[in-house]
């Protein structure tokens, strides 16, 4: 039996316990905790047949008692003496897509973000739509290239205007969006609706996300159904599902919203969270964006996402959008962060505006803790490789 | 054993057999093959395990080779003596959605629905937009709401357009789409492309597809990512997949592409698909568009959906979009048929332009067959139930 030592001040202490998908040399994939700088292995430890499956899906699909139940037991087995055979470090496990994605959409919940965009896309129009304060906004994206953080991500080919027409080849604009996304553990069957109060009843946890998106590919393809191939090739997401209990002490109150919503949009609790996003380009900060300001709570989403019907499922995966706060140090994309591609950032000596081949993004959150710490969601890192052109 | 009787000029002959998966009072959910108005149990006579499934998608992961072997067994199969246990007449058995949905995405291929739908809701622009004619414009839609001819289809209720700002409420304008979807048996990796001539190597076969869709939603939520709960609350495809062999005698050339387009969408087979289908709206047909007029062939959908790299997957459903051919009784979906609403139809005495509750709508098509008769895709229905509002 062993201690699991927890460095003072780390993110990962026993407020957070988040869970992953991992797997050794000498064992499969199976469902662990991380503490500290370990991987915990429920699987051996608690011997719970849904921990020793390859993704978090059927421990979701359990429901909001037994995640309550079982992270109580989860505490208790990681501050006691663990069999020594069970706790890994993490640098020898490796980690995997912790959830199989069901339905994936993608939301646009930050006015600042949506603002920005505006600004540099239609500099002589209104920032944002009509529709924007009526409704979380947001779109379907491609479920089976959702990947876990560490990916390499190739730099997608596509078409891209030119004075000439449209020419086919590499993005030239490659960006990323740092997202938060909720990871839904139980479903809603078609016909029903999820109200904003049922959110924690449904929602197992938060991931962090980087949407990558070529913006040439997206800019010519997406009038007028939305974006595409801009989007499909990648979304990377955390390796550890922070779990919604960890998330308490970051719950806050949203912005107010002006004009009033619609009634079904309308919340008694609080889901504004507290998290601080931060985004490192080869190494160099580049931004960090708080979530707090988001105009749309992901309670909200939901239940937008919901309202029509839709059915929702376990494994379901909805993102805010790129999270942008108010100043020039917190948005959350490159085309925001240059503008454009209007004014380059110093990437350790070198100006950059989109992504080069070989660089690499890798985005942090940490959020207040029940004890007074903050918790972490770990990263959700990726460099990019070098496109593939077709052959002859 | 008993022979199996099929009916002069049924579309369901030996030049069809197309599969579906049922269940019997006696039974659970299982592969068969249609023939005539009855359904051969193949789990009980192949005995191959990927048909005892309650899916597809099993056998659709085993691939062309594959596909096309067993496709000559059943043949023999049901040109022979049968065991009298294996044949059901079509009325004893429920059929369920045949495959498990992947990743949906859903295409705007027709330049008559596309033209038509930009002068009905732009009519002082050019009715198609710049990018229109160089690549399929597509996105992706909600696949866990995907579900088998039959089901009924509650009106959704969302946000629309007032003079007084957005209200909530039952759609009013709830309209169909009259498409062909197809059914992807074996994927491609993440990082890969399938080109055009590898079209037959991946998709296994086509379904009807009928994409319900509430204009008034649409029309208020689409800008800028485009529709999402104007079309996420159910979308309806056929029990029976027509496999891709079938169709051999309905490939035909499609339109003349002006202007030329990039080398990756180029084919050098013909991938058009000469197809009749007819809508009937409360038994009154009111449209019967063909779909051999369709701009961009499917081949040309599925290489353009991976040239980013996105991963294709077993059970990924792309759809065509609304199939509209030039004449006025060619129009694929009630927004054009009514001219946006304007002019209404007579629908067995009661003139009307969007659907009303209780209202059904039948799509069937039909296909040249081997042998010289058609095959048929049997038919994707569905009745309107009345909207669900939410409790106070």
Redesign the interface.
Known sequence: MTTITVPDGSPFGLDNLPYGVFSTPAGGRRVGVRVGESVVDLAQTLGYDVFARPSLNPFMAQGRARWDEVRGRVAELVAGDVPASAVHALPSVTLHRPFEV??Y?DF?ASEHHASNVGRILRPDAEPL?P?WK??P?????????V?VSGTEI?R????RRSDD????GPSTRLDIEAELGFVVGT?SP??S?V?TDEFAEHVFGAVLVNDWS?RD?QA??????????GK???TSVSAWVVPLQALEAARVPGPVQD?EV???LKETQDWGLDIDLEIRWNGHVVSRPGYRQMYWSPAQMLA??T???????TG?LYASGTVSGPGPDERGALIEVTWGGRHPVDVGGRPSTFLEDGDEVVIGATAPGASGGRIGFGEVAGRIAPA?E?GP
Do not use: K
């Not at 906004?137 to 290239?145: A, K």
């Not at 027409?165 to 086919?168: A, L």
């Open positions: 069901a339905d959409v646009y739509l529709n009526h409704l906004v947001g779109y379907h994206g491609r479920s089976s290239t990947v190739t997608p080919c596509g078409q027409g449209p020419v086919f479903g078609m016909g609706r109200s070529a590919i010519w393809e997406y009038q007028p159904l939305g974006p595409n191939l499909s090739f990648a004009p619609l009634p079904y937008h996402m309202v029509n019907g839709a059915a929702a499922s379901d593939v077709p």
